[in-house]
């Protein structure tokens, strides 16, 4: 069964350094998303991304934050200089073509911002 | 806007017990999808159901079942004979039509005792 996979597992970082999470949709699937969950609390959405651009966003998905869709099969969340408070697990997830299609998550990657 | 509500933070049940995760939702759409994962010790988000808002049925699955009521904005989850194997944290989740993102509920965490 096709799924969304994630690199790496667990990125372990300096504040103030860069990172850049990777994910990997569901081939066919044409929205792609990341949500963070900040440890003991619930998943937030972060960004959709259709058509190779930003469709939606949160307020937490401030100048820090980038996505990219660099080659047609990636999909990454950079986070241009990490704070603390960036320590998360961050998921990607993937929806196909249809309104009423699910979001298929990945199994996350563990951010550590020390 | 869209809200999900999970009142219950933490349920502990002794195996083969019956146990019902409410889920109570808010959205000013007509159109829009509900949805449960569940999230094991492992970290990953695992999708169980979809139900459409045009759908009221409930739905059965094994020892799962669901409730869906459109009169009391509720979509419970109801675990049958409950084992070890289903101790985790259960998210509810929203979309509303004309949103891309998912809003999750903060999650009830369920503990199977042997």
């Known amino acids: 069964e096709p799924e969304v996979t994630q690199t790496p597992s667990h990125q372990v970082t300096q504040m103030g350094q860069e990172v850049i999470l990777r994910c990997v949709p569901i081939?066919?699937?044409?929205?792609f998303y990341w949500y963070r969950q900040i440890l003991g609390q619930k998943v937030e959405f972060l960004v959709s991304?259709?058509?190779?651009?930003?469709?939606?966003k949160s307020e937490i998905f401030d100048d820090q934050f980038s996505v990219e869709r660099p080659d047609g099969s990636n999909f990454t969340l950079k986070i241009r200089s990490t704070k603390l408070e960036d320590s998360a697990m961050y998921f990607c997830?993937?929806?196909?073509?249809?309104?009423?299609?699910?979001?298929?998550f990945g199994p996350g990657t563990r951010l550590t911002v020390l | 806007a869209q809200k999900v509500t999970q009142a219950q933070t933490e349920i502990s049940v002794v195996e083969k017990e019956d146990v019902t995760l409410d889920c109570v939702y808010e959205t000013r759409d007509t159109t829009y999808y509900l949805f449960w994962y569940k999230q094991p010790p492992s970290g990953e988000l695992v999708f169980l159901i979809r139900?459409?808002?045009?759908?009221?049925q409930n739905e059965i699955s094994g020892r799962y079942s669901w409730n869906f009521q459109k009169s009391t904005s509720s979509f419970n989850f109801t675990i049958t004979a409950s084992q070890v194997v289903d101790s985790a944290v259960y998210f509810c989740?929203?979309?509303?039509?004309?949103?891309?993102?998912?809003?999750f509920g903060t999650g009830t965490k369920l503990q199977v005792i042997p």
């Open positions: 139900r459409n808002s045009f759908d009221e």
């Open positions: 991304f259709y058509n190779n651009e930003i469709s939606e």
């Open positions: 081939s066919n699937h044409l929205y």
């Open positions: 989740a929203l979309r509303s039509g004309g949103y891309q993102k998912v809003t």
């Open positions: 997830a993937s929806r196909a073509g249809q309104v009423t299609d699910t979001q298929y």
